[in-house]
């Protein structure tokens, strides 16, 4: 297995917490994102609602998909995780999912969760997509 590492000089460093933004395994072609967030270089959040954050992670997603030369169109499973019930964000994230995904319609699976990468943030966008 020879892996190539994705980390987009765009978005904040994940070396200090062991990480890159993704990686892909260059036989296969496969790219495994990690979550996206809605972090600055200073790792802050720039937006303080779930549809902000839902936003600027997405933006943030398509950094990293045309830094691993894929795009949305070549996404196979997103992940999206949301702080709390997701029931209560649906009818106020799905126009922005039918926005972003159109046609490409990934496999997707929504999950709520008690926490994540800070206090201050409330959604998470983990997929896995091929170049």
């Given at each position: 297995m020879n892996k190539k590492l994705i980390n987009p000089p765009e978005?904040?460093?994940?070396?200090?917490f062991g990480?890159?933004?993704?990686?892909i395994e260059t036989q296969s072609g496969l790219i495994f994102l990690s979550g996206q967030v809605?972090?600055?270089h200073q790792y802050e959040t720039t937006e303080q609602s779930v549809e902000g954050q839902m936003r600027k992670a997405l933006a943030n997603l398509t950094i990293a998909l045309e830094n691993a030369g894929s795009?949305?169109?070549?996404?196979l499973r997103?992940?999206?995780y949301i702080r709390g019930e997701?029931?209560?964000y649906?009818?106020?994230i799905v126009p922005i999912f039918n926005d972003y995904f159109g046609e490409s319609r990934p496999a997707m699976t929504w999950i709520g969760v008690a926490s994540l990468a800070s206090p201050e943030t409330l959604?998470?966008?983990e997929t896995i997509a091929f170049c």
């Open positions: 978005l904040f460093d994940g070396a200090a990480m890159s933004q993704g990686a809605d972090w600055n795009s949305v169109d070549k996404l997103v992940r999206i997701f029931g209560e649906t009818n106020a959604v998470e966008v």
